[in-house]
């Protein structure tokens, strides 16, 4: 695999025109992205070809293997469904077979018609890896995601989204943050400012209102000057813990007047 592969993150959501028929956690989705980044290349294109990856690149040094398997069973279990351009439709689990070695190595596949649906993929979205591992909001993920994906848009730098339509997008859980406080305060906000403060692009969500009921919202994105992108490359490489409290002082890109 070569050192520019390496460097690079493979976004899921982005991965395929389909639908995945379960909502991923960021930590199981976090597996599937190592996986699938280390075994890029050609053999990522052959049946069943089988490859192999520490277990310990996939979990944090004082985790037991417990809620690695967990997300294991959850990738194998968890189905994406594509529409192909003569009409089939495929479904296929996201990681086959996996077996773990006492050395700590583990053997793991992917199915053959992922493979073809990776091979057929015309939207597959690469993401830098040293940014995704950086994220302290699993919202600012899904945020990061989602303007990586529309960045290069011709003709397009704002979309207009419901409500509901921006929390599918941010990942928030059904139930959760219902009112539009929490929603601003809890995920919006810290998606925004995290994005914002270590990424290349600059994000704004602004609410769109009916007299004083915020009815949804208007999204707007840009990639940042060369000033920018150091100040968010020296705010990379500090540590996650503290973040918040150094983006307190930042310009809010979220506005609620």
Known sequence: ????????????KSLFQSRVLDRLLWPTEETFNILLDRAWGKNLLSANHQFTIATSELKEPDQKNQRLKRSLRHLQQTLVVSVQANGDEVTSQLLGSTRIKPNGDMIYSFPPELADLLKDSS????LDLEVMKSFSS?????????????INLKHKITETLEIDDLREMLGVEDGKLKTYFNLRTKAIEPA???VNAITPYQVTILP???GKKVTGFLMGWSVKDVAGMKEAYSELK?????RSSRLDGTTNSVIDD
């Open 208 to 210: 769109q209102k009916k």
């Open 123 to 126: 939207v597959f979205a690469k």
């Open 192 to 194: 925004v400012d995290e």
């Open 238 to 242: 500090r540590p996650k813990f503290g």
């Open 138 to 150: 699993k919202y600012a993920f899904a945020l990061y995601e989602e303007v990586s994906r529309r």
């Open 1 to 12: 695999m070569s050192q520019q592969i390496r460097d690079r993150w493979l976004s899921l």
